[in-house]
């Protein structure tokens, strides 16, 4: 099990150290800083031998996003 406080703030981390792809979406991240936060939660299917892993996240609400309203 994985306990994650917060998927927002992982990806705003990524976002301030990840190249630039030119390409910012809503809120003023980059699509790839979202590269890295997508494959920690793919990771729930790839566990090894078929086993289970269970991810538990929090997300930042009213962020002043335009996307988040």
Excluded at 28 to 57: C, M, Q, W, Y
């Amino acid at each position: 099990m994985i306990l994650l406080d917060s998927i927002t703030r992982l990806a705003r981390a990524y976002n301030t150290v990840t190249p630039a792809s030119g390409k910012i979406l809503s809120g003023g991240v980059d699509a790839n800083a979202l590269h890295r936060p997508k494959r920690f939660f793919g990771a729930a299917r790839n566990v090894e031998e078929g086993g289970s892993l269970t991810i538990i996240a929090t997300a930042l609400v009213d962020t002043g996003s335009k996307w988040m309203k």
